[in-house]
């Protein structure tokens, strides 16, 4: 390889690092065919093209497509000639995945909420449990209320919009 010259196996490496990330998130296949949609630089890949380069069965590229479309994170359109999927990544797909983790936290707060409620009937968690419980809902609640704060920076920052505090 040549000084300057990109490393021909790095989008697979990146593919694969990216999916050990976002594991925890979604299924890996999904995971990988974000990861192929990101790290290739065609606007679109089409479920051939994923099959071909993820090394998966048409039906885990279909099922994952079927996930992503759910998450808001990707499109998919057909091709008239081939009629085959044809997946790309949203607009602006990054903030959207964030907003869509909302949800977990609102649940989760829920969760914590109704635990530490006395007036739910039951005992509520003291000492030890209670303590982790009460941090584990504060920090909940923090991010909760900050979150949209910060992703109406990004878009600003994004925008060209953005000054720093201060400047």
């Not at 196996?9 to 999916?19: C, D, H, K, Y």
């Not at 069965?57 to 044809?86: C, F, I, W, Y």
């Not at 607009?91 to 007036?119: C, K, Q």
């Amino acid at each position: 390889m040549r000084r300057g010259e990109a490393d021909p196996a790095w989008p697979q490496e990146f593919i694969e690092q990216l999916a050990e990330r976002f594991g925890s998130r979604m299924p890996k296949a999904a995971a990988r065919m974000l990861g192929a949609l990101v790290a290739t630089g065609e606007p679109d890949l089409s479920s051939r093209q994923l099959v071909e380069l993820l090394g998966l069965s048409p039906a885990a590229v279909s099922n994952s497509g079927r996930l992503l479309l759910q998450m808001d994170l990707v499109d998919r359109t057909v091709s008239p000639e081939t009629r085959r999927d044809h997946y790309r990544l949203r607009e602006n797909v990054w903030p959207r995945m964030f907003r869509g983790s909302f949800a977990i936290v609102e649940d989760t707060l829920a969760l914590l909420d109704e635990t530490l409620d006395e007036t739910r009937g039951g005992t509520r968690p003291e000492g030890p449990a209670g303590q982790k419980i009460r941090e584990m809902r504060d920090f909940y609640r923090f991010v909760y209320r900050e979150l949209p704060e910060v992703l109406e920076r990004y878009e600003k920052w994004r925008a060209g919009q953005y000054r720093e505090p201060g400047a």
